[in-house]
């Protein structure tokens, strides 16, 4: 036997990802609660289960937690506080994938508050129809997105045939039955600019001005489709309505609640499972044209409107019928299910029809329902005793639980409590005024005068007001006098004792000041006492919901300034609560006593109180205090600290996050009992201390003002030389900071004391901001000057002194600072320590160096002996730009307004990365500015994004557009499979993204530490399955896009309606997002041109026999980012984990996302990816937080092959009938040049293209849906424009680079300007050896980021400095394998002496079928990389082949 309240929670803690449970009054506990307890030791399922107390907002946890979730449950009895704080967040909640399961008893009065507010309500009578309705309830919810209320009741027991555990998971994203277009904001190309998950309005469907009779069919179909997926599952009817009884009935009963069965002729009954949607048809479709009467039957204890929405559903639907076939409908309430029976029914008929509503029973029977008491745990009579044993009479409980059979549940609310006490105050300065004009009437007798007076003076006297109130009372009913006056003061004899009022309530009320009312109390300035008890056990403390913080109501009311607070516990100290609630009785406003009293539950032994209370007091996390705002008023010390332990220890305590640190915080004026309780030697030692400082400190002031001046392009230099500065500043010298190039040889003559900090850059250059005075400094010194007669420096240089391994190279190690050293030197400089080298290699990279220079520094100026205890500041990272960020907003809008520079700033560039921009300046003329004293060249780089790949031709058509009237007049097709333009200046950047905007695009998340473009296969011959794989993309792209309303405010100029009233959220990244860059890609095999392995997440689609796609494997840890010199970092190819269903694989995209937000390295951003997080983890591991948060494991992954990663060139035919053609687009650069306008002719087919283009990630284009009568015009146009010339070697066509110079910024050499050059030399080789047609994959990059994903190309070149780079074989060619680095510093002349014997060897010794990565490998030139952490080992070469041999 199972209840029904067993049943609901099975089904929500197995299918939730998050549950909240809510919890009842105490002492009682949540039975689902109970539920969750033994199903966490028989379940392998762990959900999140979060705790909402009766008094707390349930709505903000599910609002903060629903929209990260696939699927999330609220758990809870139908209590009205409860219901109404969920309808205050029903338009928000109402489009989250969120079931709420609230436990009804015999009234459905509360629960139907929410019927208008959700989009599906769901009701359940018996524990199988529960346990039915809650699956289908979890499979609705999370399949829709849409909110879910399902009613359900709980006193009876009965047999349940329950799902098995295995089995709920794969029934909740199995796949959908049926299609319905247009629902859940899924209606677009891209979407809508990036919000494919346009959020729902009330009624969940799609916030379109529709019909309410569509938008109820639009949900019937939801529910529809829901509910056959869950009966084909559990083999049971899931019917909306159920009809038994007459075929041809004269009356129908439409009944909502715990209704027995009826059988009585001419009768049918209508049982509702589904309330809302219900659309007309369906009510109409149970209802024959024989029935002249309609009965709704519904159990409520009470309805407070005429009407309930059953009843006017049905008279929306009857009305849609002609008048004359519209039946009587009669509403008719009930409370007890014994009072439905046949003679009941048969008099409801005998009856005259009624238009006002019938309550079934007598008037007895509503009081019946009278409500029940609440019962106080017995802990807290130790609070209510001291108050009764302090005040006795005078006490009045303004919310006491007695209240409660007379007033209703609401009496024990903090409002009504405040509404009372209100009253009372009102009636009683009434009686003050009406004693008072009763003294002025000359008729009454002395003695009734005299005590008039008397009353008046003691009426605030606790004692007195009582006695000659009495004595007044007696002598006004014995007078003989007869006045109104009298009358109304004998009306109000209840007022003349002055009474102690208080409100007393849990800490609940703690969580939300304002909704729980608490708030008015403490600003309405009557003369109230609150008594809050937190019962919450100190060794309990981290157990409840982090997010929801309880409110420091203490803090709270003390920001007010003239609140009594004091913060008790009695079993602490019995005293300290006596002399605050007699305080909080003195004062003359409101109190507020917080009362500490921890108990786990009403069976807790008296003991085990007190240990609590001594733990949370004396470690300071309930402190004990008084606050009086009385005395600092009157010039006295207002706060008061009781706490002993916390005396003792008043630092450490300060130090602590605790109710008194926040007090602090906000009224720094400390007692001065407080510190005297220090001791007279802690204040000696303290003042000892601070005159050494202070001593250390003039001697410093002597010193010399001490210059740091810094070169730096990366920004290590930069934060070395500003540690310096800020140190220097910390000890008493005078610093100052600027960059190298800030000062001029006249300027840097008239210094004392300069400290230069200088990283390399290219083959021993300076940096870019110090290459101009180094150029002075040379040019002075080959004039013979000496003008540095007065100048003491000191360098401090920065290289890597693997970074050039070979001998002839090793004095590129450090050579700027090494020559400026020298060179200062030269001009009359004098050395005031010696130079100062940092090697990346050492220990502790370049902090090891910097140890044993700064020391030095120090000596030179006389601070070396200073300690400095000061923490320095941190450095601001990405980490704090983006949680400082406001989602992503910054000061770019301010920026982009700014017209006196073509920049932004600099914390702005990292955040115009997520809206799919970059700022970059013009390398090929940066230092022609410098000399000229302006500002680089700045432009920027935009990045559309474009899921999948693939665009109409008018969005083609549009980018042509912009890349003439806002970029450089060519765009980009990148390695990500979209549209990229350069040159775009400032004021040029709003319009472009608008006129992208314009075409259904958008740059939102094309870049930054988010998801990026979702790419997939081109496929050109199975249209079907690339139709189909596309869509998945456009789906996963949708699903983790960011939800940041910044980029349509700044872009778009989409303002928010409530200002700042209304809060971003991301749901999915919080406010920090990812560590670093996530990518993920769709591979269909058996062309991995997406280099599947080498993303952080992959699909590799797998075919059933019909050729229909059954889901995919699912590969994890692939990633090319690499730092020259830093063996931290290394290229990795992904592992494939398993096989998910189409249906999944969007969740599981999100939960591998979201293991990597939760897991990933934010310390160091160079080891931040996800192939990192995976190999500090493990595998295993990781994949198994993946399954945890999916619920449910993996399936083994499917057999799947590979052989290539290149694009098929040329037309080919899909199997739908319409033609493709692949074009070959060297680099993927679009542009006319002399012999190929591939960009006027790409514009012209576009104009009469009817398909659409495919972008591919090995930045080619494939015209795609050529219908066979266009075919001739197409292949005209690509003839006129040399488009179909594929008359290129195997080498070339199968090449990449990214762009490199003169616009990125991070190009440490050429790549896509020289690429094309190299292959010209290197084909020649090939075609002498016959290779012209074999196609080796050769890819280049102008730094080791990997853009071009060359560490899984069979040969590589990689960027090191100008015409330097590395190079890397042995990759394999459709991407399953790392090469490795061959050589590390190779110039064009040594790459064509080592690829032309290797090349000709490969054309000789080559075994059928076998590549050229393959080859290298056998013939023993490289090493095979086997995986990410291994690349390093055996790098230079095997054997005869090292680069060692090779040198000598």
């Given at each position: 036997m199972?209840?029904?309240?067993?049943s609901?929670?099975?089904?929500?803690?197995?299918?939730?990802?998050?549950?909240?449970?809510s919890?009842?009054?105490l002492?009682?506990?949540?039975?689902?609660?109970?539920?969750?307890s033994?199903?966490s030791?028989t379940?392998?399922?762990?959900?999140t289960?979060?705790?909402?107390?009766?008094g707390?907002?349930?709505g903000s946890?599910?609002?903060?937690?629903?929209?990260?979730?696939g699927l999330?449950s609220?758990t809870s009895?139908?209590?009205?506080q409860t219901?109404?704080?969920?309808?205050?967040?029903?338009?928000e909640?109402?489009?989250?994938?969120?079931?709420?399961h609230l436990?009804?008893?015999?009234d459905?009065?509360?629960?139907l508050?929410?019927?208008?507010?959700?989009?599906f309500f769901?009701?359940?009578r018996?524990p199988?129809?529960?346990?039915?309705?809650?699956?289908?309830?979890?499979?609705?919810?999370?399949?829709?997105?849409k909110?879910?209320v399902?009613a359900?009741?709980?006193?009876?027991?009965?047999?349940?045939?329950e799902?098995?555990?295995?089995?709920v998971q794969?029934?909740?994203l199995s796949?959908?039955?049926?299609?319905?277009?247009g629902?859940?904001?899924h209606?677009g190309a891209?979407?809508?600019?990036?919000?494919?998950?346009?959020a729902?309005?009330t009624?969940g469907?799609n916030?379109h001005?529709a019909?309410?009779v569509?938008?109820?069919?639009e949900?019937?179909k939801?529910?529809?489709?829901?509910?056959l997926?869950t009966?084909v599952?559990?083999?049971?009817?899931?019917s909306?309505?159920s009809?038994?009884?007459?075929?041809?009935p004269?009356?129908v009963?439409?009944?909502?609640?715990d209704i027995?069965?009826?059988?009585i002729?001419?009768?049918?009954?209508?049982?509702?499972?589904?309330l809302?949607?219900?659309p007309p048809?369906r009510?109409?479709?149970?209802?024959?044209?024989?029935?002249?009467?309609?009965?709704?039957?519904?159990?409520?204890?009470?309805?407070n409107?005429?009407?309930?929405p059953?009843?006017?559903?049905?008279?929306?639907?009857i009305?849609q019928r002609?008048?004359?076939?519209?039946?009587?409908i009669q509403?008719?309430y009930?409370?007890d299910p014994?009072?439905v029976?046949?003679l009941?029914?048969?008099?409801l008929?005998q009856?005259?029809?009624?238009?006002a509503?019938?309550?079934?029973?007598?008037?007895?029977?509503?009081?019946?329902?009278?409500p029940e008491v609440?019962h106080?745990?017995?802990?807290?009579?130790?609070?209510?005793?001291?108050?009764?044993?302090?005040?006795?009479?005078?006490l009045?409980?303004?919310?006491?639980?007695?209240l409660?059979?007379k007033?209703?549940?609401?009496?024990?609310?903090?409002?009504?409590a405040?509404?009372?006490?209100?009253?009372?105050l009102?009636?009683r300065?009434?009686l003050?005024?009406?004693v008072?004009?009763?003294?002025e009437?000359?008729e009454i007798?002395?003695?009734l005068h005299k005590l008039?007076?008397q009353?008046?003076l003691v009426?605030?006297d606790d004692?007195?007001?009582?006695?000659?109130?009495?004595?007044?009372i007696?002598?006004?009913?014995s007078s003989?006098?007869?006045?109104?006056?009298?009358?109304?003061i004998?009306?109000?004899r209840?007022?003349?004792?002055?009474?102690?009022?208080w409100?007393?309530?849990s800490?609940?009320?703690s969580?939300?000041?304002?909704?729980s009312?608490?708030?008015?109390?403490?600003a309405s300035?009557?003369?109230i006492?609150?008594?809050?008890?937190?019962?919450l056990?100190y060794?309990s403390r981290?157990s409840?919901?982090?997010?929801?913080?309880k409110?420091?109501?203490?803090l709270?009311?003390?920001?007010?300034?003239?609140?009594?607070?004091a913060?008790?516990?009695?079993?602490?100290?019995?005293a300290q609560?006596?002399?605050?609630?007699m305080?909080?009785?003195?004062?003359?406003?409101p109190?507020?006593v917080?009362?500490y009293l921890?108990?786990?539950?009403?069976?807790a032994?008296?003991?085990d109180?007190?240990?609590e209370?001594?733990?949370?007091v004396?470690?300071?996390?309930?402190?004990?205090?008084?606050?009086?705002p009385?005395k600092e008023?009157?010039?006295k010390e207002?706060?008061?600290?009781?706490?002993?332990a916390?005396k003792?220890?008043?630092?450490?305590?300060l130090?602590?996050?605790?109710h008194?640190?926040?007090?602090?915080?906000?009224k720094?004026?400390?007692?001065?009992?407080?510190?005297?309780s220090?001791?007279?030697?802690?204040?000696?030692?303290r003042?000892?201390k601070?005159?050494?400082a202070?001593?250390?400190l003039?001697?410093?002031?002597?010193?010399?003002?001490l210059?740091?001046?810094?070169?730096?392009?990366?920004?290590t230099?930069?934060?070395?030389?500003?540690?310096l500065?800020?140190?220097?500043k910390a000890?008493?010298?005078?610093?100052?900071?600027?960059t190298?190039?800030?000062?001029?040889i006249?300027?840097?003559?008239q210094?004392e004391y300069v400290?230069f900090?200088?990283?390399?850059?290219g083959q021993?250059?300076?940096p870019q901001n110090?290459r101009?005075l180094?150029?002075?400094l040379?040019?002075a010194a080959?004039?013979g000057?000496k003008?540095?007669s007065k100048?003491?420096?000191s360098?401090?240089?920065l290289?890597?002194s693997?970074y050039w391994p070979?001998p002839?190279?090793?004095?590129y190690?450090?050579?700027p600072?090494?020559?400026?050293?020298?060179?200062?030197?030269q001009?009359?400089?004098?050395r005031?320590?010696?130079?100062?080298?940092?090697d990346?290699?050492d220990a502790?990279?370049?902090?090891?160096?910097?140890k044993?220079?700064?020391?030095l520094?120090w000596?030179?100026?006389?601070?070396?002996?200073?300690?400095?205890?000061e923490?320095e500041?941190?450095p601001?990272t990405?980490e704090?730009?983006k949680?400082?960020s406001g989602?992503l907003?910054g000061?770019?809008?301010?920026?982009?307004?700014d017209?006196?520079t073509?920049?932004?700033d600099?914390?702005?560039?990292?955040?115009?990365?997520?809206?799919g921009?970059?700022?970059q300046?013009?390398?090929?003329?940066?230092d022609?500015r410098?000399?000229?004293?302006?500002?680089?060249?700045y432009s920027f780089?935009?990045?559309?994004?474009?899921p999948?790949?693939?665009?109409?031709?008018e969005?083609?058509?549009?980018?042509?557009?912009?890349?003439d009237?806002h970029g450089?007049g060519?765009f980009?097709?990148?390695?990500r499979?979209?549209?990229?333009?350069?040159?775009?200046?400032?004021?040029?950047?709003k319009?472009?993204?608008?006129e992208?905007?314009?075409?259904?695009l958008?740059?939102?998340?094309?870049?930054?530490?988010?998801?990026r473009n979702?790419?997939?296969?081109?496929?050109?011959?199975?249209?079907r399955?690339?139709?189909?794989?596309y869509?998945f993309?456009?789906?996963?792209?949708?699903?983790?896009?960011?939800?940041?309303?910044?980029?349509h405010?700044?872009?778009?100029?989409?303002?928010?309606?409530?200002g700042?009233a209304v809060?971003?959220?991301?749901?999915l990244?919080?406010e920090?997002?990812?560590?670093?860059?996530?990518?993920?890609?769709v591979?269909v095999p058996?062309?991995?041109?997406?280099?599947?392995?080498?993303?952080d997440l992959?699909f590799?689609?797998?075919v059933n026999?019909?050729?229909e796609?059954?889901?995919?494997?699912?590969?994890?840890g692939?990633?090319?980012?690499v730092t020259h010199?830093?063996?931290?970092?290394?290229?990795?190819?992904a592992?494939?984990?398993?096989?998910?269903?189409?249906?999944?694989g969007?969740?599981?995209?999100?939960?591998v996302?979201l293991?990597q937000?939760?897991?990933?390295?934010?310390?160091d951003?160079?080891?931040a990816?996800?192939?990192?997080?995976i190999?500090r983890?493990?595998?295993?591991?990781?994949?198994?937080?993946?399954e945890s948060?999916l619920?449910?494991?993996?399936?083994p992954?499917?057999?799947?092959?590979?052989?290539r990663?290149?694009?098929?060139?040329?037309w080919?035919?899909g199997?739908d009938?319409?033609h493709?053609?692949m074009?070959?687009i060297e680099?993927?650069?679009i542009?006319?040049?002399?012999e190929?306008?591939?960009?006027?002719g790409?514009?012209e087919?576009?104009?009469i293209h009817?398909?659409?283009f495919?972008?591919?990630?090995?930045?080619?284009?494939?015209?795609?849906?050529i219908?066979t009568?266009?075919?001739p015009?197409?292949?005209?146009?690509l003839?006129?424009?040399?488009?179909?010339?594929?008359?290129?070697?195997g080498?070339?066509?199968s090449?990449?680079?990214?762009v490199?110079f003169p616009?990125c910024?991070?190009?440490?050499?050429?790549?896509?300007?020289?690429l094309?050059?190299?292959?010209d030399k290197?084909?020649?080789?090939?075609?002498e050896n016959g290779l012209?047609?074999?196609?080796?994959?050769m890819?280049?990059?102008?730094c080791?980021?990997?853009?071009?994903r060359?560490y899984?190309?069979?040969?590589?070149?990689?960027?090191?400095a100008?015409?330097?780079y590395?190079?890397l074989?042995?990759?394999g060619?459709?991407?399953q394998?790392l090469?490795k680095?061959y050589?590390?510093?190779?110039s064009?002349?040594?790459?064509?002496?080592?690829?032309?014997?290797?090349?000709?060897?490969?054309a000789?010794?080559?075994?059928?079928?076998?590549h050229?990565?393959?080859?290298?490998i056998?013939a023993?030139?490289?090493?095979?990389?086997?995986?990410?952490?291994?690349?390093?080992?055996?790098?230079g070469?095997e054997?005869?082949?090292?680069?060692?041999?090779?040198?000598?």
């Amino acid at each position: 036997m199972s209840s029904a309240t067993s049943s609901v929670a099975r089904v929500a803690y197995l299918a939730s990802d998050i549950i909240v449970d809510s919890q009842p009054t105490l002492p009682l506990t949540s039975q689902f609660a109970k539920e969750y307890s033994s199903l966490s030791a028989t379940s392998s399922r762990r959900p999140t289960i979060l705790s909402v107390p009766l008094g707390g907002d349930p709505g903000s946890t599910l609002l903060r937690n629903g929209s990260s979730a696939g699927l999330i449950s609220f758990t809870s009895s139908a209590a009205t506080q409860t219901i109404i704080r969920l309808v205050l967040d029903a338009a928000e909640l109402s489009s989250l994938p969120l079931v709420l399961h609230l436990a009804v008893k015999n009234d459905l009065s509360e629960v139907l508050l929410l019927h208008s507010a959700v989009p599906f309500f769901l009701v359940s009578r018996t524990p199988q129809q529960a346990h039915d309705n809650s699956l289908l309830a979890s499979r609705l919810a999370r399949t829709e997105k849409k909110a879910v209320v399902h009613a359900f009741y709980d006193a009876k027991s009965d047999s349940v045939e329950e799902i098995p555990e295995s089995e709920v998971q794969p029934f909740l994203l199995s796949e959908k039955f049926g299609s319905t277009n247009g629902v859940n904001g899924h209606n677009g190309a891209n979407g809508n600019n990036g919000h494919a998950h346009a959020a729902n309005g009330t009624n969940g469907v799609n916030g379109h001005s529709a019909t309410v009779v569509s938008r109820s069919l639009e949900l019937f179909k939801l529910y529809e489709r829901a509910a056959l997926s869950t009966v084909v599952r559990i083999r049971r009817a899931c019917s909306p309505l159920s009809v038994h009884g007459s075929n041809k009935p004269h009356t129908v009963i439409f009944g909502l609640g715990d209704i027995p069965s009826v059988d009585i002729d001419g009768v049918s009954v209508v049982s509702l499972s589904l309330l809302t949607p219900l659309p007309p048809s369906r009510i109409l479709d149970v209802i024959p044209s024989s029935a002249s009467r309609i009965i709704i039957l519904e159990q409520l204890h009470r309805w407070n409107t005429k009407w309930t929405p059953l009843y006017l559903e049905l008279v929306d639907a009857i009305h849609q019928r002609e008048v004359e076939q519209r039946p009587h409908i009669q509403s008719v309430y009930f409370s007890d299910p014994a009072q439905v029976i046949p003679l009941t029914i048969l008099k409801l008929l005998q009856a005259a029809p009624s238009s006002a509503p019938i309550h079934l029973g007598s008037a007895s029977t509503s009081s019946l329902l009278s409500p029940e008491v609440p019962h106080i745990p017995k802990h807290e009579s130790s609070y209510t005793k001291i108050l009764s044993h302090v005040f006795g009479e005078r006490l009045e409980v303004s919310n006491s639980p007695a209240l409660v059979l007379k007033q209703g549940a609401i009496a024990t609310s903090p409002e009504f409590a405040l509404g009372r006490v209100r009253g009372q105050l009102d009636q009683r300065n009434e009686l003050i005024r009406s004693v008072q004009k009763l003294l002025e009437v000359k008729e009454i007798s002395p003695g009734l005068h005299k005590l008039c007076s008397q009353w008046v003076l003691v009426k605030d006297d606790d004692t007195k007001s009582r006695s000659v109130g009495k004595d007044l009372i007696t002598a006004l009913e014995s007078s003989k006098f007869s006045s109104p006056i009298i009358d109304r003061i004998l009306a109000l004899r209840a007022h003349f004792p002055t009474r102690s009022r208080w409100i007393i309530g849990s800490d609940a009320w703690s969580y939300d000041l304002g909704a729980s009312g608490l708030h008015h109390a403490i600003a309405s300035g009557l003369n109230i006492n609150i008594l809050i008890i937190d019962t919450l056990p100190y060794t309990s403390r981290n157990s409840a919901d982090p997010h929801r913080r309880k409110q420091d109501a203490g803090l709270y009311a003390m920001n007010h300034g003239d609140i009594y607070v004091a913060s008790v516990a009695v079993y602490s100290s019995y005293a300290q609560v006596l002399q605050a609630v007699m305080e909080a009785d003195r004062h003359k406003g409101p109190s507020v006593v917080l009362a500490y009293l921890p108990y786990q539950n009403e069976d807790a032994p008296a003991l085990d109180v007190l240990k609590e209370t001594k733990l949370a007091v004396d470690a300071g996390y309930w402190p004990l205090y008084r606050w009086d705002p009385v005395k600092e008023a009157q010039g006295k010390e207002p706060f008061a600290l009781d706490s002993d332990a916390v005396k003792n220890d008043l630092q450490q305590f300060l130090d602590r996050q605790n109710h008194l640190s926040q007090l602090v915080r906000s009224k720094p004026e400390l007692a001065t009992e407080l510190v005297s309780s220090l001791g007279e030697n802690v204040k000696e030692a303290r003042k000892r201390k601070a005159q050494q400082a202070y001593d250390d400190l003039v001697v410093s002031l002597d010193a010399p003002p001490l210059v740091v001046l810094y070169a730096s392009d990366g920004g290590t230099a930069e934060k070395f030389a500003k540690r310096l500065a800020n140190r220097g500043k910390a000890r008493g010298l005078s610093t100052s900071i600027g960059t190298i190039d800030s000062m001029s040889i006249d300027t840097l003559s008239q210094e004392e004391y300069v400290a230069f900090v200088t990283s390399v850059a290219g083959q021993g250059e300076p940096p870019q901001n110090g290459r101009t005075l180094f150029k002075a400094l040379n040019a002075a010194a080959l004039r013979g000057e000496k003008p540095f007669s007065k100048l003491r420096y000191s360098v401090f240089a920065l290289g890597d002194s693997h970074y050039w391994p070979r001998p002839e190279d090793a004095h590129y190690y450090n050579k700027p600072g090494k020559d400026l050293d020298a060179r200062l030197e030269q001009l009359g400089g004098e050395r005031f320590a010696d130079i100062g080298l940092a090697d990346d290699q050492d220990a502790d990279g370049p902090d090891t160096g910097y140890k044993v220079w700064e020391p030095l520094v120090w000596k030179t100026f006389g601070v070396d002996n200073i300690e400095v205890k000061e923490a320095e500041p941190d450095p601001i990272t990405n980490e704090h730009i983006k949680a400082a960020s406001g989602y992503l907003r910054g000061t770019i809008a301010e920026g982009l307004e700014d017209t006196s520079t073509g920049a932004l700033d600099p914390s702005d560039t990292q955040l115009t990365k997520f809206h799919g921009i970059y700022q970059q300046d013009d390398r090929d003329i940066r230092d022609e500015r410098q000399a000229q004293g302006v500002e680089p060249a700045y432009s920027f780089m935009i990045r559309v994004r474009t899921p999948g790949g693939v665009c109409t031709s008018e969005q083609w058509l549009q980018m042509d557009r912009i890349a003439d009237e806002h970029g450089n007049g060519t765009f980009k097709i990148t390695t990500r499979a979209t549209f990229q333009f350069h040159g775009v200046i400032k004021r040029h950047l709003k319009p472009s993204i608008q006129e992208i905007n314009k075409v259904l695009l958008d740059t939102l998340a094309a870049c930054g530490d988010v998801n990026r473009n979702v790419i997939c296969s081109a496929i050109p011959s199975l249209s079907r399955l690339h139709a189909q794989v596309y869509s998945f993309a456009k789906l996963v792209s949708a699903h983790l896009l960011p939800r940041t309303t910044a980029y349509h405010e700044i872009w778009l100029d989409k303002k928010l309606v409530a200002g700042e009233a209304v809060k971003d959220f991301e749901p999915l990244y919080g406010e920090f997002y990812l560590p670093r860059k996530f990518k993920i890609a769709v591979a269909v095999p058996p062309t991995n041109d997406v280099d599947v392995f080498a993303n952080d997440l992959g699909f590799i689609a797998i075919v059933n026999e019909q050729g229909e796609l059954a889901g995919f494997n699912v590969s994890i840890g692939g990633g090319m980012g690499v730092t020259h010199g830093n063996k931290k970092t290394y290229p990795r190819v992904a592992d494939v984990i398993g096989f998910c269903t189409v249906e999944q694989g969007p969740i599981v995209a999100e939960k591998v996302m979201l293991t990597q937000r939760d897991n990933g390295n934010r310390a160091d951003r160079k080891n931040a990816r996800l192939k990192y997080t995976i190999d500090r983890m493990g595998l295993d591991v990781f994949k198994a937080e993946v399954e945890s948060r999916l619920g449910y494991p993996l399936a083994p992954a499917r057999p799947y092959t590979f052989d290539r990663n290149i694009d098929d060139f040329g037309w080919s035919t899909g199997d739908d009938g319409r033609h493709h053609v692949m074009l070959f687009i060297e680099n993927g650069r679009i542009q006319d040049e002399p012999e190929r306008d591939f960009k006027t002719g790409l514009r012209e087919i576009a104009k009469i293209h009817k398909g659409t283009f495919r972008l591919t990630a090995n930045q080619h284009i494939m015209i795609s849906e050529i219908a066979t009568e266009d075919v001739p015009e197409i292949k005209r146009i690509l003839a006129k424009y040399k488009l179909d010339n594929l008359n290129h070697t195997g080498l070339r066509l199968s090449s990449s680079a990214c762009v490199a110079f003169p616009t990125c910024g991070l190009a440490m050499a050429e790549s896509e300007r020289y690429l094309p050059v190299l292959i010209d030399k290197v084909e020649k080789i090939c075609e002498e050896n016959g290779l012209r047609n074999d196609s080796i994959v050769m890819r280049m990059t102008g730094c080791p980021n990997g853009c071009a994903r060359p560490y899984v190309a069979e040969v590589a070149f990689v960027g090191k400095a100008p015409g330097s780079y590395s190079m890397l074989l042995g990759g394999g060619y459709y991407g399953q394998r790392l090469n490795k680095i061959y050589r590390e510093t190779v110039s064009e002349p040594e790459i064509l002496a080592i690829l032309k014997p290797m090349i000709k060897r490969y054309a000789l010794e080559r075994i059928e079928g076998e590549h050229f990565g393959d080859f290298v490998i056998r013939a023993g030139y490289i090493a095979p990389t086997t995986s990410g952490k291994e690349w390093y080992e055996h790098m230079g070469g095997e054997g005869q082949y090292r680069e060692a041999a090779a040198a000598a």
